[in-house]
């Protein structure tokens, strides 16, 4: 769980309205720190800079069957179903170096 540490340090320095809030809260970031985690990975970051990968970070309540997606332009999460065109992080140009 130490992947999730980023996520409880942002997540404990607010302020919730209730322990219900908190967790939601939690989840949200741990999805966040996760993206973060993911992009440094070379093949993740190489398949970025080429445009081959797209990231997504989805939340999905069992128990309505709702999806949430974080927008990574907007900084928030929104509903999948309305927005379907979503995306965490998207094709990031950048020059690949190659030896």
């Given at each position: ?20 809030a ?35 970070g ?19 999460f929104?509903?999948l ?19």
């Open positions: 769980m130490r992947y999730a540490d980023s996520a409880r340090v942002v997540n404990e320095a607010r302020q919730h309205k209730d322990e219900t908190k967790v939601a809260s939690m989840v949200r970031e741990n999805v966040i720190a996760q993206l973060a985690n993911i992009q440094p990975h070379p093949s993740v970051r190489f398949a970025l800079a080429e445009g081959r990968v797209t990231l997504h989805w939340i999905y309540d069992i128990a309505s069957g709702l999806i949430e997606a974080f927008d990574g332009s907007r900084g928030a929104v509903s179903a309305d927005n379907p065109e979503v995306q965490a992080i998207k094709y990031q140009a950048r020059r690949v170096a190659t030896m």
